[in-house]
């Protein structure tokens, strides 16, 4: 959730994020190849957990945008994004020869 843009705005944004997060822990690059999987089971989970929620009377208050034709659109769309994502090379640090 935290790496977007383009390709390369992602590794920047990876190398960054990986050099604060070694401060306190080391990170396997093999989990890497995880994050775009992650990202889209997190899009799931997140219309999943509205969705089965949506009978009560605070949600479609505080979800509008839920049960509106645009949103459900942009969700495609965010689909179809990802799902060229997985189909990319997965992001690494390590040079690409």
Known sequence: ???NGDRQDKLMQLDVLL???QEFS???SSQL???EPLRGLRMVHYMA???KRWHDPAFPL???WFNDAKYWEGQVLGFK???AALNEKPLSLQPQW
């Open 62 to 64: 505080a979800f509008p």
């Open 81 to 83: 994004e990802q799902i």
């Open 1 to 3: 959730m935290l790496l």
């Open 33 to 35: 190849k995880l994050i």
């Open 19 to 21: 050099e604060g997060y």
């Open 26 to 28: 080391d990170l396997p």
């Open 49 to 51: 957990w509205l969705a």
